[in-house]
């Protein structure tokens, strides 16, 4: 990694439907749980840990039960300092943390996250929020299309579908970490990778650099000071926010 102390790891997954019984079909269709015949599970996870290239793979084992994968992952995302997901509160770890508690696979209760289709909603207007049409916008990339048709190959066991599955779901990874990165200066953090690295707390929280200037002080309605300081290292440029306290300590050393 590029900085041993920043442990951000970008992850996505891919998950299978219910198999139910049906003895009808439409948009209205309503059905029990008693329906069910097989559970739906996670197919596969894809992570990368930033700073390095490679974008790992876990899959479901030959009888299509996802309890080895999650255990490996849960040791993974028990290493990270922040996960990234887009969707990854709402989806991605409620999927995983219902499949462990099935499997009875021990996990953190909570994790540091940050979801970057919180962060689209919240702070921006995009026309849509989809991973797919941010990564477009911005012009870092693109999800590869695919339909139905490979989730249900997958289920009869088709090896050309499950690599094409993998494949599909690495490409989020990293559509996820471009996406990450073009909103990285506007958003604000949720770690403070300064703090990770051990060094004063006036280092960039973002790329853990020294090297910042003052870009603004700001009086709160209380008479608190606060220094807005920005990062000048060109990769990052990330704004944040210190206390007077915290910058005299900086000028002192």
């Given at each position: 990694?590029?900085?041993?102390a920043v ?7 891919e ?6 019984y049906?003895?009808s079909?439409g948009?209205k269709?309503s059905?029990d749980?008693?329906s069910i015949v097989k559970e739906r599970a996670?197919i ?9 290239s490679t974008v790992h793979?876990?899959q479901w084992d030959?009888k299509?039960?996802?309890?080895r ?5 849960i040791?993974v ?6 996960l ?6 709402n989806?991605?770890l409620k999927?995983?943390?219902?499949r462990?508690a ?9 994790y540091?996250?940050l ?6 909603r919240?702070?921006?207007?995009f026309n849509?929020n989809?991973l797919d049409?941010?990564?477009q916008?911005?012009g870092?990339?693109k ?14 066991d088709d ?6 599955m993998?494949?599909?779901?690495k490409?989020?990874v990293k559509?996820?970490e471009?996406v990450?990165k073009k ?8 770690v ?7 060094r004063?707390k006036?280092?960039c ?7 910042t200037t003052?870009?603004?002080?700001r009086?709160t309605a209380?008479?608190?000071i ?6 000048q290292?060109?990769?990052?440029g990330?704004?944040?926010t ?5 910058y005299?300590?900086m000028m002192?050393a």
């Amino acid at each position: 990694m590029a900085n041993k102390a920043v442990k951000r790891l970008y992850f996505d997954i891919e998950v299978s439907p219910n198999l139910v019984y049906s003895w009808s079909v439409g948009h209205k269709i309503s059905l029990d749980y008693n329906s069910i015949v097989k559970e739906r599970a996670v197919i596969c996870i894809c992570y990368k840990w930033e700073g390095e290239s490679t974008v790992h793979s876990l899959q479901w084992d030959a009888k299509q039960n996802d309890k080895r994968m999650l255990k490996e992952f849960i040791e993974v995302a028990n290493e990270a300092d922040e996960l990234v997901g887009h969707n990854g509160d709402n989806f991605d770890l409620k999927w995983i943390r219902t499949r462990c508690a099935f499997h009875g696979i021990p996990m953190f209760p909570s994790y540091t996250t940050l979801d970057t289709l919180k962060k689209a909603r919240g702070g921006f207007r995009f026309n849509s929020n989809r991973l797919d049409y941010i990564a477009q916008f911005f012009g870092v990339g693109k999800k590869i299309k695919t339909s139905f048709s490979l989730w249900k190959d997958v289920l009869k066991d088709d090896e050309i579908a499950m690599a094409k599955m993998i494949r599909y779901c690495k490409m989020d990874v990293k559509v996820l970490e471009a996406v990450y990165k073009k909103l990285s200066p506007y958003i604000t953090n949720h770690v403070h990778h300064g703090a990770l690295a051990q060094r004063e707390k006036y280092t960039c929280p973002e790329c853990a650099g020294n090297h910042t200037t003052v870009s603004k002080r700001r009086v709160t309605a209380s008479g608190i000071i606060k220094v807005q300081m920005q990062c000048q290292n060109k990769s990052c440029g990330k704004y944040f926010t210190i206390n007077q306290a915290t910058y005299n300590k900086m000028m002192e050393a």
